[in-house]
């Protein structure tokens, strides 16, 4: 069966630090793979997404993700972290672009 | 970018009474979905569809029901509303989310 897991339930970080936020999956072959981000009392938006090709996908606001077939990950990362980027963080994968799995979600706080 | 409203925002019901969440997509999505997400629960998969007049079970689907009368639109049915279905519930069109609703149940 097919799952996501992220480790981190809470990270913190300050600000102009880099990040990476990590999440591993549970598939035997090479699912779709997204990142969303959801801000205090809004819902999910879409970060990134891989579907195939360049392991490292960019994504909006500088975020960027690396998938490791090898390491069945799809970390994500920035280099720089800003106060808004506070939010909670979702790693999430698809099969053949159906319903999507989702992971229990990162706490990401950026401290000034 | 595909569009997917939800309707209404907000919601206070009654226990007992029926509830019906609408989802309204733009981009012409095969495939849409109801999430609710609660506190320690994630986001859990109540009902989807893969097209017009097509619904099928998710991962809690007890309580809900889902009608797709359209490409477009995908309702949630809470034919009697109870306390515990109090939350947050999203609509999905492929990989994009409305900006979801929020249902309390007196």
């Known amino acids: 069966a097919q799952s996501v897991t992220q480790p981190d339930a809470r990270v913190t970080v300050s600000e102009g630090a880099s990040l990476q936020l990590r999440c591993k999956y549970s598939y035997s072959a090479t699912p779709y793979l997204f990142w969303y981000v959801q801000y205090p009392r809004q819902g999910l938006q879409l970060l990134l997404k891989y579907y195939s090709g360049d392991p490292v996908v960019q994504g909006v606001n500088s975020f960027e993700a690396e998938f490791s077939k090898s390491n069945s990950s799809f970390h994500l990362q920035k280099a720089s972290v800003h106060w808004s980027d506070s939010a909670v963080y979702f790693c999430?994968?698809?099969?053949?672009?159906?319903?999507?799995?989702f992971g229990d979600g990162t706490q990401l706080v950026v401290k000034p | 970018e595909a569009a997917v409203t939800q309707s209404p925002r907000n919601k206070v019901a009654v226990t007992g009474g029926k509830v019906t969440l609408s989802c309204n997509q733009t981009?012409?999505?095969?495939?849409m979905y109801w999430y609710r997400q609660d506190t320690g629960h994630g986001l859990r998969l109540i009902h989807y569809?893969?097209?017009?007049?097509?619904?099928e079970k998710g991962d809690i689907p007890d309580g809900y029901k889902a009608s797709r009368p359209s490409q477009e639109n995908f309702s949630l049915i809470l034919e009697l509303a109870t306390p515990s279905q109090t939350s947050v519930y999203f609509c999905?069109?492929?990989?994009?989310f409305g900006p979801g609703t929020r249902l309390t149940v007196l």
């Open positions: 999905a069109s492929g990989q994009y």
């Open positions: 999430a994968l698809s099969i053949s672009n159906n319903r999507i799995f």
């Open positions: 569809s893969y097209g017009a007049g097509s619904t």
């Open positions: 981009n012409n999505h095969n495939n």
